[in-house]
């Protein structure tokens, strides 16, 4: 479906695999420009020559590591400079270690504040002005289901509240320079994170990995399928485009309706 972004310009961090790769690949098959950044050089650079060999775009890969405090407005000026602007950002670098409190580290905590939340905070801190002197723009943050819904296996999902408080925030200040923020919450998502987690989830419950992953999707997700990295591309490719010009401040969720009593 084309969604008529033809020569726009985004930014997508965590861009070289996963939910970020997908994101990238489905932008780019739009028509749209790309600035692309991960800490690998070369899973990102591979990343960048397959989507800009498929699709005729320009991507810019820029290596960083976005836990670092001056290197996300680094690469969002450089992004914006190579791009000619910047029209869209998708936040997306950065996981946090699944486990309890009891098994979460001070250290752990650290990490994924510095990369998780404030990673997504000095971005958006960066873009919104670029954006702002620009007339507009898109600011899409993957956030995740955890931010709805609390889990004792998940205390670190406690981040994702605060960047859907984040969301909301950043979108009532930037919607009279016509800038829309939004969220998506991908619920347990096919990528290496996923396998992380069923390992992690399946020793606690004394299951295999395979026992785990059937009983998962029999008992907690009424759709009987997870999410896809292409599923959430998808959603983030709508919210980008004009058909979605009402929408900003909201989330959408993408969990096949796992988490229960959550609208």
Not at 187 to 192: A, E, I, P, S, V
């Given at each position: 479906?084309?969604?008529?972004?033809?020569?726009?310009?985004?930014?997508?961090?965590?861009?070289?695999?996963?939910?970020?790769?997908?994101?990238?690949?489905?932008?780019?098959?739009?028509g749209v420009n790309l600035a692309l950044v991960a800490r690998s050089e070369d899973r990102l650079s591979a990343a960048c020559t397959q989507i800009a060999e498929t699709h005729g775009v320009d991507v810019v890969?820029?290596?960083?590591?976005?836990?670092?405090?001056?290197?996300p407005g680094r690469v969002v000026e450089h992004a914006a400079e190579?791009?000619?602007g910047l029209d869209i950002l998708v936040n997306n670098a950065g996981s946090s270690p699944f486990g309890s409190l009891e098994a979460v580290s001070d250290s752990d905590w650290m990490s994924s504040i510095d990369?998780?939340?404030?990673?997504?905070?000095?971005?958006?801190?960066?873009?919104?002005g670029i954006m702002k002197d620009g007339g507009g723009g898109v600011i899409v943050n993957v956030v995740g289901m955890a931010g709805r819904s609390a889990s004792p296996?998940?205390?670190?999902?406690s981040?994702?509240?605060?960047?859907?408080?984040?969301?909301?925030s950043v979108a009532e200040l930037g919607g009279p320079h016509g800038i829309r923020v939004m969220a998506v919450n991908p619920g347990l998502t096919t990528t290496d994170r996923m396998e992380e987690a069923i390992e992690v989830w399946a020793e606690d419950a004394g299951m295999t990995n395979e026992e785990f992953r059937t009983a998962y999707l029999d008992e907690r997700v009424p759709l009987r399928r997870f999410t896809t990295p292409e599923d959430v591309a998808e959603a983030i490719a709508y919210l980008c485009s004009d058909t979605a010009a009402p929408v900003t401040g909201s989330a959408i969720d993408l969990d096949g309706a796992s988490s229960s009593g959550v609208f």
């Amino acid at each position: 479906m084309n969604r008529g972004l033809s020569g726009r310009r985004a930014l997508v961090t965590g861009g070289s695999a996963g939910i970020g790769f997908a994101t990238a690949d489905r932008l780019a098959a739009e028509g749209v420009n790309l600035a692309l950044v991960a800490r690998s050089e070369d899973r990102l650079s591979a990343a960048c020559t397959q989507i800009a060999e498929t699709h005729g775009v320009d991507v810019v890969h820029i290596v960083a590591d976005l836990s670092q405090p001056n290197e996300p407005g680094r690469v969002v000026e450089h992004a914006a400079e190579a791009l000619g602007g910047l029209d869209i950002l998708v936040n997306n670098a950065g996981s946090s270690p699944f486990g309890s409190l009891e098994a979460v580290s001070d250290s752990d905590w650290m990490s994924s504040i510095d990369l998780k939340l404030m990673g997504y905070v000095r971005c958006t801190r960066a873009a919104f002005g670029i954006m702002k002197d620009g007339g507009g723009g898109v600011i899409v943050n993957v956030v995740g289901m955890a931010g709805r819904s609390a889990s004792p296996a998940y205390v670190l999902g406690s981040l994702n509240a605060a960047l859907l408080h984040f969301t909301k925030s950043v979108a009532e200040l930037g919607g009279p320079h016509g800038i829309r923020v939004m969220a998506v919450n991908p619920g347990l998502t096919t990528t290496d994170r996923m396998e992380e987690a069923i390992e992690v989830w399946a020793e606690d419950a004394g299951m295999t990995n395979e026992e785990f992953r059937t009983a998962y999707l029999d008992e907690r997700v009424p759709l009987r399928r997870f999410t896809t990295p292409e599923d959430v591309a998808e959603a983030i490719a709508y919210l980008c485009s004009d058909t979605a010009a009402p929408v900003t401040g909201s989330a959408i969720d993408l969990d096949g309706a796992s988490s229960s009593g959550v609208f």
